[in-house]
């Protein structure tokens, strides 16, 4: 079976690792991301594939990266992290290492992985929904990564939810990704603790006892607890989550969404507000199959994972 | 080149064409549709089939009626109009014919035509989206109709648009088809007849002075006149229509969004506040290529050529 | 004690009645209202009231009418129904009448009939809410009608509850009129008629099989039989007057809020809902005396009842 | 003349002034708070008024604090700053300086100074809002203070204007309060600092590059250069409280509503999105006269000037 490679370009690493064609990954190898320059960093992409490459019979190389990538898989056309807006990077990667490379955009690359060979697994429709920071997607459709017409789909965090809401870094107000991620979940928490002390004080102590570092772990390690000011904050987030869900469900119609990210660590607290408010929204609820809402977690390897795999598609 | 036949099944009559690879349709048949029983419409569509097939060399039948259709396209699993929820559908017309059938979403349908041979001409990705009594719709990626897991995607009328607002037959309230159809336009109108009569007077005029007899018609001549209350009708529809677009693109990035359905026959009317509020909603708009809002329209016969089409299609 | 005459004017009948100061009517003689000029309803309104003068020792006449009062009592500034926007009511029926006469906006007049005689008795500080086709109200601070500094005052029917709601005739959106009135009762009814007529069928049964004669009534009707649908109409009906209720309340404070008009003969089936939003909206809830919300009817003669009473305040 | 002492206690001092009729402060002085116990507030406040008593020639003392006082102006009913919920604080005055005295909300106090000497100077119906951390007011109809049945009422700052928006500390959620004072001032710059950090840049800037810094004074100081991000949320605050306005000028109709607080130093960047917003929503906006929103300071002194000068009021 054909091994790739997957390469996982974060803002202060480069990671990457050889999959199989089972999601495995067979052998790994690590960079600091140098922040100097795009040559710098193609090199080093470059110099750990071919690392890898030297062990392992190897025909592809796929590259995650944040960004909106093109529809061929070659430019980044937007980069929201490094500074390689325009980039030819997959002729740049397959230069320097005589690979078949293709760029992808690190959530769906890890939303990839995720729906192959995580919580997804088995399914051709998939509905992946990365939790953390933002709130990023990936969309599978009878067996296929959508991308778009410009590769800028599966924005899943940037449809409205809330009109007139919370400012959004897109240049809207009100996007899912400002009342469902982890981010959100701090603020929500933030919220409480400016405008209600009394109540968030289980928050602000788990936060060190100062309001300004209230993150979404200090709300979820306060509702473990059955703190009610922390489950509310968790009751909004999931409000807002199972609305969005349910609106991309009305488009997609997939077999199964899977929750992956940070903030899934949080279990049943997490899902629990989530799927109420789902099936509350969800159109046409009585007619249709149940559609699941799971948790799953490739863990930190999901970005590489992908990206690999991805490489393998036509 | 292979042709096909069409067959759009609606309440009242069943209408037949078939269809070539341009999407031109060289003959067509019609028939009542009897309301009788679910023997008598599979016999009238396999009779109006027949009728065609022994005049032309057709190697399949698509059969497009409002419903959700299972995704193996033989099944109607809850048809929203005629009695036939559960009926193998494709089965029984083809074991009458003798053909190759599917059945499909008769929006899907229409849609397919519009993406294939009339405003989405071209494009790979492509978002039609039918307004009429409802809204409906048709998403097309990577040149493949999206169907979803059961079948039930593209419900892109029942995202929400408005929380907790208007009541929907889906079971929700707030949903895109409550403020984007041309439903929605007369109860724009009739809302003003009622609460701001003075305001709303050209429209119940043109309504044959009946408040009751409001239709998005009246509320369109009214607006063609530069009726200021017919206007503030359109500038809210285009409003809700424009966000609903604005989510459908974060998830989906279509390279074109094709109006179609007898509300487009207001053109500008319409076009105009539509674009005006997708534009102000769509996430990272300065970062993406533009994507063209456009209407056009195969007229009646779209239903039947999306059909024909698609039973052509894997 | 003092009696005083009270004239309650309305668009088809004049009433008056002689009133004593525990608010009881001695008395009572009516007319047509002529529809024809000012000139002939001034003649009217003092015909009928020295009719009453001649049996009884009376020193007062207020006459109740609709619209906009000036401060000093004398003037209709803007009449929102019989054609008399700037008449000077209380002079013209003074100087027919020999009588002191006052002019008072009739929703006033009646709420102050039901603050000092009905719901309020007793009390100082009274919201009467008048619920019918529209939502009106008085508002009675120390033991004093607040008529405003242009007679505006107490319109208490357009404060907002819904942002960018349903239209209304004073030009603003999503006033509470829109949401808690009678009329408003008929319009979530029409609304579920319109786009779930299953679930409304019981409504429109109830209406003649017409959705278009939908009422509040219909609505009320099948509400007592426990009807999923009415039910639903007034608990967003009760959650639209709760949110207002609390709203007015952040303002005035006061001992006890006295529903009252047609909608109220609905008894708990209104006043349960209306009283779970008011608690769950009411700022600083637990911390204040509970504010009773109580329905009372002085009936059909409140309007006399409260011109009269009015008459004989400073 | 009579001659009145008014207090005002806050958290950290209390001070005192003798003020004659025209709201001229003749002397003041000045005490630290204690925090220990009531007894010594008490103590303090007596001090301090019997050193001006021993000077001026006084028959009143008007005590404002924070916390909602009984409707006979003796008890606080609920003290929302220092630990005094249910003390008899005008008695307790009284026996320790042997004058008259009352005990009113700081709030209303305040406001009742701007509405009798500052911006609502010669008019009977003000509404005086003071922007500050939060929102206050105080609500003057015929020349009195509205204090409400239990001393609860002119608490503006707690009529809805976000439906499920920003958590309050009253319990509530979508405050006025948490919209359109100061402090929500701050929050918005927060928000877009948090959210749109590229935008929010001179806001950050002036809060010394410390985004949990950022103040309402940051904002007011970014919107001077003319910031779009500072104007944005400057924006947003006025359509709050222009809204909010509207709400109450349809209950309580006053001549003029003064603006007073420290937001008001804002001047014109903060008087023209709230006249523009008010004006938008106001019901009847066309048939009444114009309610003019002006700023007026009567300084640090306000609180003092207006305690003094309700003792004086029946």
């Given at each position: 079976m054909a091994l790739s490679i997957g390469v996982d370009v974060g803002g202060t690493k480069i990671a990457a690792g050889v999959v199989d064609e089972d999601g495995t990954v067979l052998a790994t190898a690590r960079r600091d991301s140098p922040a100097t320059s795009r040559e710098a960093i193609f090199t080093t992409i470059a110099d750990v594939a071919n690392e890898l490459a030297a062990q392992y019979d190897v025909e592809t190389i796929g590259v995650g990266a944040a960004g909106f990538t093109s529809s061929d898989r070659n430019t980044m056309v937007y980069g929201t992290n490094l500074d390689w807006t325009g980039a030819r990077i997959a002729d740049e990667i397959a230069s320097r290492t005589g690979k078949k490379v293709v760029v992808e955009n690190d959530a769906n690359a890890a939303g990839w992985a995720e729906a192959r060979f995580g919580g997804g697994k088995g399914a051709k429709n998939v509905l992946v929904v990365t939790l953390g920071t933002g709130v990023g997607g990936a969309v599978i459709i009878d067996g296929r990564l959508v991308r778009g017409a410009a590769g800028f789909a599966a924005e899943i965090g940037h449809i409205n939810v809330v009109p007139d809401g919370r400012p959004c870094g897109c240049g809207?107000?009100?996007?899912l990704e400002r009342y469902g991620s982890g981010t959100a979940l701090g603020v929500n928490g933030w919220e409480l603790a400016k405008f209600r002390p009394d109540y968030a004080a289980r928050i602000i102590e788990l936060s060190g006892g100062d309001q300004n570092k209230i993150s979404g772990k200090a709300v979820t390690a306060a509702a473990r607890e059955g703190d009610p000011a922390a489950l509310e904050c968790y009751a909004r987030l999931g409000g807002a989550l199972g609305l969005g869900l349910a609106d991309l469900c009305a488009v997609l119609d997939p077999e199964v969404i899977v929750l992956t990210g940070g903030l899934t660590e949080a279990g049943d607290i997490l899902l629990d507000p989530v799927r109420k408010s789902f099936n509350e929204h969800l159109t046409a609820h009585a007619h249709r199959p149940e559609i699941p809402v799971v948790i799953s977690s490739s863990g930190q390897e999901a970005g590489l994972i992908g990206a690999a795999d991805l490489a393998r598609q036509d």
């Open positions: 809207q107000r009100g996007c």
